[in-house]
């Protein structure tokens, strides 16, 4: 499981995270101000009304006739309502002892003080703005509900929230949109650079890339063309080295031939044998040299596929004659195409049999089968390689046995031909299905 975040989900998801809070949090602060611009209105309207009723209330009362021996009760008198509605505002006209004189016809008694006030007050329930006239004679009450307040406060929140259930989303769909479009060229560059193999030093080449990006990607094209230099500089180096070396080895073996024909004395002879025996062994490394030179020149893939099935025919033939009857051959009966080299499956497969002829148990058989979906098995038998020793088959000059002849390059030359065309080498000691032996398996089948 990769422990890489996206960036373009961080983005998104921090964007419209922040978004959605920075909405909320504009409600609520428009509801605060709402709340405190509603309770200047409301109470603009209190004391409105009160200024309003009172010169109607006072005219009203003192025209009432003052000789009168009736109680307070009958001197008070309900406005009677022209209409059934609901009084969000009620008020009482009262002595300055408490007695009432005038009282709106839906008024509760209950919520106003015994005595009247003046100025703005407030109670659990109800807020009140209370004056005076005729000289402190006559006060008037005017009372609101509170829940009335908080329910048109509440009213305008839901008022700004409601459109944010389609703003909200709308924002983070043009918030995704927008960072998939800003980072698109970001997500090109990482698909060319994941869509590379090993064997791919050219420069990576992408348009428009982004201010922020254009530094690494400068930085990694300039870090692609010093290894590119680098592995060139190598490879040239082992492939002249071992080029320069054929024509001189090539010299003196046919010096050393001459010389041993034109030779009488047994011991020079036996000497010029051993000396013609390293000879070839530096020839067949000089080779060797020149085969992984070209694997690991990253030439392996060719532009079409091509049928490997009769090259390795043709291969498996030519070492018939080497070891009669030991090479024992499975083929497929259709073709089996692959964009893999035909010179680099030459080189692949000759190592392999070399290899096998080389470190197996002598005079044994050596199994070589290509299935139809592309496997490459060769089994030799011997004895079984530690796993430990096994898994530094794959370096150069490394042998499992030291006392068979060979370079120890010819495993490194397959592994080095199996990663630049981007497949998978496996080694297995005891090979599969058996208590002993070598087994090396691969799929040959390389596709754009």
């Given at each position: 499981m990769s422990n890489h975040t996206s960036l373009q989900k961080t983005l998104g998801v921090s964007l419209?995270?922040?978004?959605?809070?920075?909405?909320?949090?504009?409600?609520?602060?428009?509801?605060?101000?709402?709340?405190?611009?509603?309770?200047?209105?409301?109470?603009?309207?209190?004391?409105?009304?009160?200024?309003?009723?009172?010169?109607?209330?006072?005219?009203?009362?003192?025209?009432?006739?003052?000789?009168?021996d009736s109680d307070s009760d009958s001197n008070a008198q309900r406005i009677q309502a022209l209409e059934a509605h609901d009084e969000h505002l009620t008020y009482l006209v009262r002595k300055p002892s408490g007695e009432l004189l005038l009282q709106s016809h839906d008024v509760d008694l209950n919520v106003f003080s015994a005595l009247p006030r003046t100025g703005f007050y407030e109670t659990a329930t109800h807020r009140f703005y209370g004056a005076n006239a005729v000289r402190g004679s006559i006060y008037i009450e005017v009372?609101?509900?509170?829940?009335?307040?908080?329910s048109a406060v509440w009213s305008v929140i839901l008022a700004l929230l409601t459109p944010l259930l389609l703003l909200i989303p709308l924002s983070l769909l043009a918030v995704w949109w927008l960072i998939k479009r800003s980072l698109r060229k970001v997500v090109e560059l990482q698909q060319r650079v994941a869509a590379r193999d090993a064997g791919d030093l050219s420069a990576v080449k992408v348009e428009q890339l982004p201010a922020e990006f254009a530094p690494l990607?400068?930085?990694?094209?300039?870090?692609?063309?010093?290894?590119?230099?680098?592995?060139?500089?190598?490879?040239?180096?082992?492939?002249?080295?071992?080029?320069?070396?054929r024509t001189p080895l090539a010299t003196a073996l046919a010096k050393l031939q001459r010389l041993q024909r034109q030779?009488?004395?047994a011991s020079v002879n036996?000497?010029?044998?051993?000396?013609?025996?390293?000879?070839?062994?530096?020839?067949?490394?000089?080779?060797?040299?020149?085969?992984?030179?070209?694997?690991?020149?990253?030439?392996?893939?060719?532009?079409?596929?091509?049928?490997?099935?009769?090259?390795?025919?043709?291969?498996?033939?030519?070492?018939?004659?080497?070891?009669?009857?030991r090479l024992h051959l499975e083929l497929p009966n259709n073709a089996v195409l692959s964009l893999l080299d035909p010179d680099a499956f030459a080189i692949l497969v000759r190592n392999l049999i070399e290899n096998a002829l080389k470190h197996g148990a002598d005079q044994h058989p050596i199994h070589i089968s290509l299935s139809a979906q592309g496997r490459l098995r060769v089994i030799n038998d011997g004895a079984?390689?530690?796993?430990?020793?096994?898994?530094?088959?794959?370096?150069?000059?490394?042998?499992?046995?030291?006392?068979?002849?060979?370079?120890?390059?010819?495993?490194?030359?397959?592994?080095?031909?199996?990663?630049?065309?981007?497949?998978?080498?496996?080694l297995h000691s005891p090979a599969t299905g058996q208590n002993a032996g070598f087994e090396v398996e691969l799929n040959i089948i390389v596709t754009r």
């Amino acid at each position: 499981m990769s422990n890489h975040t996206s960036l373009q989900k961080t983005l998104g998801v921090s964007l419209s995270i922040s978004i959605s809070l920075l909405w909320l949090l504009a409600v609520v602060t428009a509801g605060f101000i709402a709340q405190d611009k509603m309770n200047t209105v409301f109470d603009s309207a209190l004391e409105e009304t009160a200024q309003r009723i009172l010169p109607l209330a006072a005219t009203e009362i003192l025209s009432r006739d003052s000789d009168s021996d009736s109680d307070s009760d009958s001197n008070a008198q309900r406005i009677q309502a022209l209409e059934a509605h609901d009084e969000h505002l009620t008020y009482l006209v009262r002595k300055p002892s408490g007695e009432l004189l005038l009282q709106s016809h839906d008024v509760d008694l209950n919520v106003f003080s015994a005595l009247p006030r003046t100025g703005f007050y407030e109670t659990a329930t109800h807020r009140f703005y209370g004056a005076n006239a005729v000289r402190g004679s006559i006060y008037i009450e005017v009372a609101e509900p509170l829940a009335h307040r908080h329910s048109a406060v509440w009213s305008v929140i839901l008022a700004l929230l409601t459109p944010l259930l389609l703003l909200i989303p709308l924002s983070l769909l043009a918030v995704w949109w927008l960072i998939k479009r800003s980072l698109r060229k970001v997500v090109e560059l990482q698909q060319r650079v994941a869509a590379r193999d090993a064997g791919d030093l050219s420069a990576v080449k992408v348009e428009q890339l982004p201010a922020e990006f254009a530094p690494l990607l400068s930085a990694v094209n300039h870090l692609l063309e010093r290894l590119r230099r680098a592995l060139e500089a190598e490879r040239s180096f082992t492939a002249n080295s071992a080029h320069e070396l054929r024509t001189p080895l090539a010299t003196a073996l046919a010096k050393l031939q001459r010389l041993q024909r034109q030779s009488q004395d047994a011991s020079v002879n036996l000497q010029a044998q051993d000396i013609e025996t390293s000879l070839r062994t530096l020839s067949a490394l000089s080779e060797k040299l020149l085969e992984l030179a070209k694997a690991e020149g990253g030439s392996v893939l060719s532009a079409s596929p091509n049928d490997l099935t009769p090259i390795l025919q043709m291969i498996v033939k030519d070492y018939e004659y080497q070891a009669p009857h030991r090479l024992h051959l499975e083929l497929p009966n259709n073709a089996v195409l692959s964009l893999l080299d035909p010179d680099a499956f030459a080189i692949l497969v000759r190592n392999l049999i070399e290899n096998a002829l080389k470190h197996g148990a002598d005079q044994h058989p050596i199994h070589i089968s290509l299935s139809a979906q592309g496997r490459l098995r060769v089994i030799n038998d011997g004895a079984v390689i530690p796993a430990e020793q096994l898994a530094l088959l794959r370096q150069r000059f490394v042998r499992a046995n030291s006392r068979s002849l060979g370079s120890g390059i010819g495993l490194a030359i397959v592994d080095a031909i199996a990663s630049g065309a981007g497949l998978q080498l496996n080694l297995h000691s005891p090979a599969t299905g058996q208590n002993a032996g070598f087994e090396v398996e691969l799929n040959i089948i390389v596709t754009r």
